[in-house]
C-alpha cells in the first residue's frame, strides 16, 4: 500500500512538472511572438518612380542569339538615373536580349517579332541616398507596342517585383507596373514605376 501511495505521489508530482513547463513554454511563445510583432512590423505604402534611360556606347555590340543577319538578338545595354518613393535619387543600368527583324526592306518586321526582348537575367539594385540596396526583377519578357504620338514611337508595359535590399529595405517584397514611352528622336526612353512595396517600417 505504501508504494501505491509513493507511486501516486511520485506521479502527480511529475504531472504538475510537465503542466508548469507546458504553460511556461506557451508564456515564452507568446512573448517572443509579442516581441517580433513589435520588432518587425511591415508597412505596406505607394512605389512610384520616373526615370529615363539612353542607349549605352556598346547597345547591341554583342550578339544574343541569331537566325540570320536580319533577324537575331542583340544585347540592349541601357543607362540612366531617377527618383522613387523611399529610395530617392537613383542610377540603374540594365542589359537585355533584344530582337531585332528586318524586312525585304530593311524596316523593323513586327509581325515577325521585331521589339521582344527578355527579362533581365539578375535582380537590378537601386541604391538610395543612405546607401540601402532594394532589389527589382522583371517577371516575364516583353516586346515594344508602336505607338501614334507626337514625341514617342513605342511604348511598353511589364510587371516587376521587388526581391528585398539591405537596411531598411531587408526582406521588402512588393511589386509594380513598369511603363515606358521611347522618344522619336533617338534620346532614349522616359519610364514611370507604379505599384507598392512592403518593408519594415
Known amino acids: 500500500m505504501k508504494t501505491?501511495?509513493?507511486?501516486?505521489?511520485?506521479?502527480?508530482?511529475?504531472?504538475?512538472?510537465?503542466?508548469?513547463?507546458?504553460?511556461?513554454?506557451?508564456?515564452?511563445?507568446?512573448?517572443?511572438?509579442?516581441?517580433?510583432?513589435?520588432?518587425?512590423?511591415?508597412?505596406e505604402v505607394p512605389f512610384k518612380s520616373k526615370l529615363h534611360t539612353a542607349q549605352a556606347e556598346d547597345a547591341l555590340t554583342v550578339i544574343c542569339s541569331a537566325t540570320s543577319p536580319t533577324d537575331f538578338w542583340g544585347l540592349e545595354?541601357?543607362?540612366?538615373?531617377?527618383?522613387?518613393?523611399?529610395?530617392?535619387?537613383?542610377?540603374?543600368?540594365?542589359?537585355?536580349?533584344?530582337?531585332?527583324?528586318?524586312?525585304?526592306?530593311?524596316?523593323?518586321?513586327?509581325?515577325?517579332?521585331?521589339?521582344?526582348?527578355?527579362?533581365?537575367?539578375?535582380?537590378?539594385?537601386?541604391?538610395?541616398a543612405n546607401g540601402d540596396l532594394l532589389y527589382i526583377s522583371a517577371t516575364s519578357d516583353g516586346k515594344l507596342i508602336p505607338i501614334q504620338h507626337e514625341h514617342y514611337i513605342f511604348e511598353f508595359f511589364d510587371k516587376w517585383v521587388i526581391t528585398g535590399g539591405t537596411g531598411r529595405f531587408e526582406n521588402a517584397y512588393g511589386e509594380f507596373t513598369w511603363h515606358g514611352l521611347v522618344r522619336n528622336d533617338d534620346t532614349g526612353t522616359d519610364h514611370t514605376w507604379e505599384g507598392t512595396i512592403i518593408f519594415n517600417k
Open 4 to 43: 501505491l501511495k509513493l507511486l501516486f505521489v511520485l506521479g502527480s508530482l511529475t504531472y504538475s512538472l510537465m503542466t508548469c513547463q507546458d504553460n511556461q513554454d506557451l508564456i515564452t511563445e507568446d512573448h517572443l511572438t509579442e516581441m517580433n510583432s513589435k520588432t518587425s512590423k511591415h508597412v
Open 77 to 128: 545595354h541601357q543607362v540612366g538615373d531617377g527618383s522613387a518613393t523611399h529610395v530617392g535619387e537613383f542610377t540603374i543600368d540594365l542589359k537585355f536580349c533584344f530582337h531585332v527583324v528586318l524586312n525585304q526592306n530593311g524596316m523593323p518586321d513586327f509581325e515577325g517579332g521585331f521589339g521582344e526582348y527578355s527579362g533581365d537575367n539578375e535582380p537590378i539594385p537601386l541604391q538610395s
